[in-house]
């Protein structure tokens, strides 16, 4: 007792200190960036204000700009964990292990999982939500600009550290050419132990770099939370009196509820994260025979692990929701019930997690309940899929690049989600748990529905980012290539799993030549379309035919002019001198200038 109070007392004096600057602070005349979305009203926050050049991009807390940060981070770290993809298919185009070493194999095909779930698909749909939900919504800005920022200041660490051992091999050979001592870059090796990190072998392995790699996932987590708080506060209190809740729109629906989830899961990762951060360098006993045992850790995770894959799919969905509509020339179908199934699959996804578990011997009156809530997830999977369909029929389809991937998508989601309906039926799971048809189910939605509704975003906004237009041939022949490689890639998956053939092993039986080469020429048309999306992108944010007319969808002719394009329409006015320009009068010089790309989030 007489030691805890001179701890107190100094919590007590910290507490004090802090509550004095803080009214401090707020008795000084208001901040030219207060941390509220208003701050752009009331102190005619324009980009005139933001520095120039590389500085502008390290210190904005412009949704829009924060927006653009972190779809380029994602999509560099896509490019990183497809090239572990990559050299997987690689090596699995013989069976024997020719091209890289047993420990290789592993190591990679980890850091690919942790890469492509942590830092690809959350953080470019984090991206997309910065930059169109207050546009959508008709905010100024996120609740929190600042604690945006930070959240995505908080990704780029936290990527070196889980994929540090690469990093650090790769610096150890280039150094060890010198004459110095390259022993700590040669103890830390990439982890390999796969992405659902299962102990004991996670606790046993020596390799210190399983710790390092942990702490970053750990603030991967920090920051997809700060974020998902932030996304949140602002549907909440950002919106307009008059957008009520059934006028909210769809995408944003999808993105409140998935920041539902990743408040409810995330926080629990950590926490699990480091508990076997401690049962690996501190003594303590969790996951240890003697404590909770390696069944906990696998309940944890998956308590963690299930929402987590609806934490990834529901942006794609809410995608899928928004585009679709404008290209059929009609309204979203059931859009209650679109809304009400996404609600649904939030809530019961916490109620499945052990569907992953079906082969570990647990009791067998457990395993029947969470079959039976497994099955019924795909109810409102269904429904959703209905109503894209129906949404469809009759309408008057164009079938322009966006609509192309948002087809792709629903097609990709129908072989995908059924496969998960066989797996989440146990006797058929004892079967195929831990083969390679699991990994064709999910990739088929991992790479068929997620990177297809985000290409479909990037095509359909393009124009309202950059000002610019793509070359909509390629774009749309890039799409056919990928719904092409995503079938040809993981079908054969399917049909290896039901042979028989495990996953995560880099050698196999002779038998199963023919589908592996089928799997791995899938990958590299996966591969030769995501360059043709990039060289595209790139080359028109440069060069690409200048938008004039707002439009580019024919949206006002049905009534679907949504308020983001609104925003772009009155842009581009501002920039054509209809309209003076509100506030600021440095920015009159542009009224007459064209669409410039370079200052797309300027006003
Ligand atoms: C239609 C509803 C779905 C059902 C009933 C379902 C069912 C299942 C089941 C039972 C497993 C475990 C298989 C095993 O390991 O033996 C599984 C694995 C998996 N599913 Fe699904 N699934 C569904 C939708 C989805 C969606 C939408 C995603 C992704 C966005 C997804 C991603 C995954 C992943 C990543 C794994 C493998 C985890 C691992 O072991 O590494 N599933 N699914
Ligand atoms: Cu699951």
């Known amino acids: 007792m007489l030691d805890t109070i001179p701890g107190v007392a100094l919590a007590a004096i910290g507490l004090a200190v802090l509550a004095a600057y803080y009214r401090l602070r707020s008795d000084r005349p208001a901040m030219s960036f207060a941390d509220g979305g208003t701050a752009s009203v009331t102190v005619g926050?324009?980009?005139?204000?933001?520095?120039?050049?590389?500085?502008?991009?390290?210190?904005?807390?412009?949704?829009?700009?924060?927006?653009?940060?972190?779809?380029?981070?994602?999509?560099?770290?896509?490019?990183?964990?497809?090239?572990?993809?990559?050299?997987?298919?690689?090596?699995?185009?013989?069976?024997?292990?020719?091209?890289?070493?047993?420990?290789?194999?592993?190591?990679?095909?980890?850091?690919?999982?942790?890469?492509?779930?942590?830092?690809?698909?959350?953080?470019?749909?984090?991206?997309?939500?910065?930059?169109?939900?207050?546009?959508?919504?008709?905010?100024?800005?996120?609740?929190?600009?600042?604690?945006?920022?930070?959240?995505?200041?908080?990704?780029?660490?936290?990527?070196?550290?889980?994929?540090?051992?690469?990093?650090?091999?790769?610096?150890?050979?280039?150094?060890?050419?010198?004459?110095?001592?390259?022993?700590?870059?040669?103890?830390?090796?990439?982890?390999?132990?796969?992405?659902?990190?299962?102990?004991?072998?996670?606790?046993?392995?020596?390799?210190?770099?399983?710790?390092?790699?942990?702490?970053?996932?750990?603030?991967?987590?920090?920051?997809?939370?700060?974020?998902?708080?932030?996304?949140?506060?602002?549907?909440?209190?950002?919106?307009?009196?008059?957008?009520?809740?059934?006028?909210?729109?769809?995408?944003?629906?999808?993105?409140?509820?998935?920041?539902?989830?990743?408040?409810?899961?995330?926080?629990?990762?950590?926490?699990?994260?480091?508990?076997?951060?401690?049962?690996?360098?501190?003594?303590?006993?969790?996951?240890?025979?003697?404590?909770?045992?390696?069944?906990?850790?696998?309940?944890?995770?998956?308590?963690?692990?299930?929402?987590?894959?609806y934490i990834l799919v529901l942006p794609a969905f809410g995608l899928v929701s928004l585009i679709l509509p404008k290209f059929c020339g009609r309204r979203l179908f059931g859009f209650r019930f679109i809304v009400y199934s996404t609600i649904a699959i939030g809530i019961l996804s916490f109620g499945v997690w052990a569907h992953h578990m079906f082969a570990t011997g647990m009791d067998p009156r457990l395993r029947a309940s969470f079959m039976a809530v497994s099955l019924a997830i795909a109810i409102p999977s269904a429904i959703k899929e209905f109503n894209w369909i129906a949404t469809m029929w009759n309408g008057r389809l164009r079938l322009d690049a966006p609509l192309i991937c948002i087809i792709g998508a629903m097609s990709t989601f129908v072989v995908g989600g059924i496969t998960g309906v066989f797996l989440a039926s146990v006797p058929v799971d004892l079967v195929l748990h831990d083969t390679h048809y699991v990994v064709g189910h999910f990739h088929l939605i991992v790479v068929g529905v997620i990177p297809l509704a985000m290409i479909a975003a990037s095509y359909y906004w393009f124009p309202l980012i950059t000002g610019r237009m793509y070359n909509q041939r390629l774009a749309r022949a890039q799409t056919v290539l990928l719904i092409i490689g995503t079938f040809v890639t993981f079908i054969p998956l399917l049909i290896l799993g039901y042979m028989g053939m495990p996953r995560r092993y880099g050698i196999y039986p002779t038998e199963f030549i023919t589908l592996n080469q089928i799997a791995s020429l899938g990958a590299f048309l996966l591969g030769v379309s995501v360059f043709l999306w990039l060289v595209n992108m790139i080359q028109s944010a440069r060069v690409g035919p200048v938008v004039r007319d707002a439009d580019v969808w024919n949206l006002k002719e049905t009534g679907q002019f949504t308020r983001e394009w609104q925003w772009f329409e009155d842009r581009l006015e501002e920039r054509r001198g209809k309209v003076e320009p509100e506030g600021d009068p440095g920015s009159e010089s542009e009224t007459t200038r064209a669409v410039d790309p370079d200052d797309d989030a300027e006003s």
């Open 45 to 309: 926050l324009t980009g005139t204000e933001k520095p120039a050049g590389i500085l502008r991009w390290f210190t904005t807390v412009d949704h829009k700009d924060i927006g653009l940060l972190y779809i380029l981070f994602g999509t560099a770290a896509a490019l990183w964990g497809a090239t572990d993809a990559m050299m997987i298919r690689t090596e699995l185009l013989v069976p024997e292990s020719a091209v890289w070493n047993v420990e290789t194999y592993n190591a990679v095909f980890t850091t690919h999982g942790f890469t492509m779930l942590f830092f690809f698909v959350t953080p470019v749909f984090t991206g997309i939500a910065n930059y169109v939900l207050p546009l959508l919504l008709g905010a100024d800005d996120l609740a929190f600009p600042r604690i945006n920022a930070i959240a995505f200041w908080l990704l780029p660490p936290s990527l070196v550290m889980v994929r540090g051992g690469l990093i650090t091999d790769v610096i150890g050979m280039v150094v060890g050419v010198l004459p110095v001592d390259v022993t700590l870059f040669e103890a830390l090796e990439p982890v390999a132990m796969g992405w659902t990190m299962y102990t004991p072998l996670s606790v046993e392995m020596a390799n210190p770099q399983i710790s390092v790699a942990l702490l970053g996932l750990h603030l991967s987590g920090v920051a997809t939370t700060m974020a998902a708080i932030n996304f949140i506060v602002t549907v909440f209190t950002e919106r307009p009196p008059e957008l009520g809740w059934d006028k909210l729109d769809i995408f944003s629906w999808n993105i409140l509820v998935t920041s539902a989830l990743i408040l409810l899961a995330f926080p629990l990762l950590g926490s699990t994260l480091i508990m076997l951060l401690l049962d690996r360098n501190f003594g303590t006993t969790f996951f240890a025979i003697e404590g909770g045992g390696p069944m906990l850790w696998q309940h944890l995770f998956w308590f963690f692990g299930h929402p987590e894959v």
